[in-house]
């Protein structure tokens, strides 16, 4: 799994992109693309595919240098009034400016990173932890999980607090959700704390979402404890898979019979919460509270609720809405 002996003190280290991706160590990343599919996984490692390239991934790192590290951005990036294309001059420009070490961004795409920006800073917990002088920013932590010797670079870690910037379609934390699977970020919180472990620092992990259309709210979402069990027993039988050489397609000498999903068969798309939980703001009440299930909600509107009481309270309203004022919570 790579030319690193495992049982090398774990340690905090400085180093470029390039040197990130350059060391043999185990990223998350790398062994999640292992966990969905070993043949990509054999593939990427054998040269047969590169690592891809779009605007959106470019957006992305430019937004990130732009909150945890805006004193390089300006050595990174080059502002570009007009709009990308395939002229002979962009095509110039952009050789030209990438030879300098520099990536072209549009103005427009500019405009909307520092409204974005803005909007992430509003968080107590991301503007506290980038303006701690001892935070930590883009380094990186080498250490051993499971017995095999791994990478994690961290974005943001503040004396106990690990956080990771996520740029996103909705800061909703329901539909974020719907992509730590997809994704593997419960790997990723998984990851990241065990390798803060390594090195001595008990953290949490929070990932700080940021919409990138208007008006780009923004939310802190940190995941259960069931979403890590899950993470580790998945990443356990990563690494066996690995070890034991196992590269063969998912779907080899198989045949996948395939089921109408609820929703293609005319059956009510639910829309409750189901666990592994998040933590919520009642809508009624505004008391923090662990939703599970929904159990509290109300069946005719639809408002996420903490208790029996602020459901009763609520229902009343629901069915006399000139009585609110009346029914408040206290």
């Known amino acids: 799994m790579g030319g690193v002996a495992p049982g090398e003190p774990a340690r905090l280290v400085k180093m470029t992109d390039e040197e990130y991706f350059a060391n043999p160590r185990m990223s998350r990343s790398d062994l999640f693309t292992y966990h969905k599919s070993p043949a990509l996984y054999k593939a990427k490692k054998d040269g047969l595919i590169e690592n891809p390239s779009s605007p959106a991934l470019l957006f992305g790192s430019a937004f990130h240098t732009m909150v945890l590290e805006p004193q390089h951005f300006d050595e990174r990036y080059v502002i570009y009034d007009g709009r990308r294309s395939a002229s002979k001059s962009y095509k110039e420009m952009v050789e030209t400016e990438a030879d300098a070490g520099r990536q072209i961004v549009l103005r427009s795409e500019y405009d909307q990173m520092k409204k974005m920006r803005v909007s992430c800073l509003q968080h107590e917990l991301v503007s506290t932890s980038l303006d701690d002088p001892e935070a930590i920013k883009e380094d990186v932590i080498f250490f051993d999980l499971m017995g095999v010797p791994c990478k994690a670079k961290i974005d943001l870690m503040c004396r106990r607090d690990i956080i990771d910037l996520k740029t996103s379609v909705s800061a909703d934390p329901s539909d974020f959700q719907s992509s730590v699977t997809k994704y593997g970020y419960h790997w990723q919180s998984y990851w990241y704390k065990k390798a803060a472990e390594a090195i001595g620092v008990k953290a949490e992990f929070y990932f700080a979402v940021v919409a990138k259309s208007e008006p780009h709210e923004s939310s802190v979402v940190m995941l259960s404890p069931d979403y890590e069990k899950i993470a580790e027993d998945q990443i356990s039988a990563a690494f066996e898979g690995m070890s034991a050489g196992s590269y ?14 609820p929703w293609e068969s005319g059956k009510k798309k ?14 009624w009440c505004s008391d923090s509270y662990v939703r ?5 909600d109300c069946k005719r509107c639809g408002m996420m609720l903490c208790s029996d009481d602020c459901l009763d309270i609520h229902e009343c309203v629901c069915d006399n809405p000139l009585d609110a004022e009346d029914r408040q919570v206290s």
């Open 270 to 283: 639910s829309v409750v919460f189901r666990t592994p939980t998040l933590e919520c703001i009642c809508q």
């Open 248 to 261: 063969e397609s998912r779907w080899s000498n198989c045949i996948v019979e395939l089921q109408p999903r």
């Open 292 to 296: 599970e299930q929904g159990d509290y």
